[in-house]
């Protein structure tokens, strides 16, 4: 099931048409009061949601959602009509998964929504550890220094893809294709933006990823 938030009738009608037509099940909330009530009896697989709307703004929604330990790892992305960088930054850094920016085609919101729940359904059982860091990737579960720390699904990837590659330098570039999964726009400042929440999330263990200048990111390979 996917829920979108759209105050819009048409953007709103479109979408759902299109996803259902692709084989999903979707349901609409023109106001967000609608969309947590039901979010009371059902939960989605992944909600894309409008910045712009009536009652309350999408960031609020966004914040509620990713503070919700029920809702938390919940695949989310942002629909919105503002394509600055500032707006974009500000939805990733709350937690957005992904966002696109209106006016959008069909075909590209349906490849996005695919790519998000192949990346969400991988069941790869795999336990990860460098230094007091340690990544269970079946159970989406990250401690740092012995301590439980919540990511959001991009942040999650993006830390197993660098644990991974343990000692192997990765291009900004590189992880923009292996975790949007699509041809991004160019702009590198989506994997900045992540690297210095997961930094700070992880407290200590974020010196553990480091910053090669001019080229990209890495954990260290003496760990």
Known sequence: MIYLVEDDNSIRELVAYTLQSAGFRAEGFEKPSAF????????????????????????SILKKLRNDPKTKKMPIILLTAKSSEYDKVMGLENGADDYVAKPFSMMELLARVKALLRRVEKDEDAGLTVGDLSVNKTRHEVKANGIEVTLTLKEFELLCLLVENKGKVLTRDQLLNSIW???????????????????????SCGEYIETVRGVGYKVGGNL
Do not use: A, C
Not at 36 to 59: A, K
Not at 181 to 203: A, C, P
């Open 36 to 59: 947590w009530h039901t979010l009371e009896s059902q939960m989605p697989d992944l909600v894309l949601l409008d910045l712009m709307l009536p009652e309350e703004d999408g960031i």
């Open 181 to 203: 999964g699509y041809e991004f726009d160019g702009e590198n400042r989506t994997v900045d933006v992540h690297i210095r929440t997961l930094r700070q999330k992880l407290g």
